[in-house]
């Protein structure tokens, strides 16, 4: 009955324990939250990147190419995140999570997933396909999408010691989540309203001054202030 015994007495300890929440102006790590009781409040913009058809990917193809795939996928997302400015605090599989903070933040996100779209279609694409024919070949061909969204979010930290991480409990990390799990042909990157209001000019509009987004009804929106989204096509070279 030892585990039980820990489980209860643990458990306990979380729901009676006093929390020490303070306002955040920068992108926590877990250095910086207490695993006892610690937590900061920000209002960041969260972006998902995540590949499609990773299941069809890892189940139907040589495990060491599907891990290669993954893995150049990933290196792309987090790279041209940190080249806009925002932060790497996740990795879940096949997707990544970035955390954008402080000015033109925002746009620094809607550029991170029209640049990412960009390494797929002209970086990714062409050269996994020429290394590995049998991709296409047996039905595969690298998609991804990416979901925005900001909000207030609470971040703390989760498991034991020497096994935890960050958890973000929010409106946004959920949503843009989902937005990113959603397969719409050539359209990728899709964000909330609350974001692309305050989007600059660079991030909304091209050269040619076309609109970059398009405004959409998500059908399947699991809450009613995020039916109305933003979604594009389009892609950007990162300069």
Not at 74 to 101: E, K, Q, T
Not at 210 to 216: L, N, R, T, Y
Request: charged share 20%; net charge positive.
């Amino acid at each position: 009955m030892a585990i039980v015994d820990d489980l209860t007495n643990e458990t306990d300890r979380i729901l009676n324990q006093q929390w020490s929440l303070r306002d955040g102006s920068v992108v926590p790590t877990t250095e910086t939250v207490l695993l006892a009781g610690g937590g900061v409040k920000l209002t960041p913009v969260m972006l998902y990147a995540d590949l499609a058809d990773s299941t069809l990917l890892a189940s139907n193809f040589n495990r060491q190419v599907a891990s290669k795939v993954i893995k150049a996928f990933l290196s792309a997302a987090c790279r041209i995140i940190r080249y806009n400015g925002g932060d790497i605090r996740s990795f879940d599989g096949d997707r990544v999570m970035g955390v954008f903070l402080g000015e033109r933040m925002h746009t620094k996100a809607a550029l991170t997933a029209l640049q990412i779209n960009y390494a797929v279609i002209y970086v990714l694409r062409p050269k996994i396909e020429a290394k590995y024919p049998a991709l296409a070949e047996g039905g595969y061909r690298l998609n991804h999408a990416v979901g925005i969204d900001k909000s207030e979010v609470l971040v703390t930290r989760s498991g034991i010691r020497d096994n935890n991480d960050l958890i973000w409990v929010g409106r946004s990390p959920n949503i843009a989540a989902k937005l990113a799990a959603i397969r719409q042909g050539h359209i990728t990157s899709f964000m909330t309203k609350s974001v692309y209001d305050l989007l600059a000019e660079d991030g909304k509009i091209a050269h040619d001054g076309a609109s970059m987004w398009d405004q959409g009804n998500w059908n399947n929106a699991p809450l009613d202030d995020v039916k109305i989204i933003y979604q594009s096509s389009w892609w950007k070279k990162p300069k």
